[in-house]
């Protein structure tokens, strides 16, 4: 596609509810990327996809959390038993990797609130 | 454990005037240094940095990278309003063809007409 799409561009969920988080990435990107922005702090890191390597998880908060990249395109990201300070944004990236240089580009992200 | 310091977190300066945001970074397998402007939600790519010392220019926007000193600032000459965005720096870590960005907090920079 032109650009990385997520859905939902908003979701509202009730506390202890699973909910899943989609990412579009840019054709033939290679890495994906998943962080979180609480209200007025920087992005958290939260897990790496790289082609058929085994992704970097280091950065998810809780064995709540858990993200799926199908076919090395489409990533969903697994929030279950949501708690409200899992509320925050949620964005996606993607970059064509090139040895030694990337440029990451950003999805609108998902704004997540756990009521 | 890897790290990117923003400074100054926040900045209010009017219309016209020049500003410096620094940004420092201690990255294991360090790639390369970029810079996104943050409006609204997603982040907006303006530069991405792997040689030291050799400037990137995009219109008012500039950017430097010193690798000895493991920094790099972002310059904007003759601000607008429009400017007003979080202004976030990352450093590509990786190896073997592999890169992971490691965000600062950002500086949240206001422009005043």
């Known amino acids: 596609g032109a650009g990385v799409s997520q859905s939902p561009s908003n979701k509202v969920t009730e506390k202890g509810k699973d909910v899943e988080l989609r990412c579009d990435p840019i054709s033939g990107h290679t890495a994906l990327y998943w962080y979180r922005q609480s209200l007025g702090q920087g992005l958290e890191f939260l897990i790496y996809f790289q082609g058929n390597s085994a992704p970097d998880k280091s950065g998810l908060p809780s064995d709540r959390f858990s993200a799926e990249r199908t076919g090395g395109s489409v990533s969903t990201l697994t929030i279950q038993r949501t708690q409200q300070e899992d509320s925050a944004v949620y964005l996606c990236?993607?970059?064509?990797?090139?040895?030694?240089?990337?440029?990451?580009?950003f999805g609108q992200g998902t704004r997540l609130t756990v009521v | 454990e890897d790290k990117v310091v923003q400074s100054p977190l926040s900045l209010v300066v009017h219309e016209g005037d020049t500003v410096t945001l620094n940004c420092s970074y201690e990255v294991t397998n360090f790639r390369s240094l970029l810079w996104y402007k943050q409006e609204k939600k997603a982040p907006t790519f303006l530069f991405m940095l792997?040689?030291?010392?050799i400037e990137k220019k995009s219109g008012r926007l500039s950017s430097i990278l010193d690798k000895k000193e493991l920094f790099s600032i972002l310059n904007i000459t003759a601000t607008q309003t429009g400017d007003s965005a979080v202004y976030l720096c990352?450093?590509?870590?990786?190896?073997?063809?592999?890169?992971?960005?490691?965000f600062g907090k950002g500086t949240k920079l206001t422009v005043n007409p």
């Open positions: 990352a450093g590509g870590t990786g190896y073997g063809g592999s890169e992971k960005l490691v």
């Open positions: 792997t040689s030291s010392g």
């Open positions: 990236a993607s970059s064509l990797v090139r040895q030694g240089t990337s440029e990451a580009f």
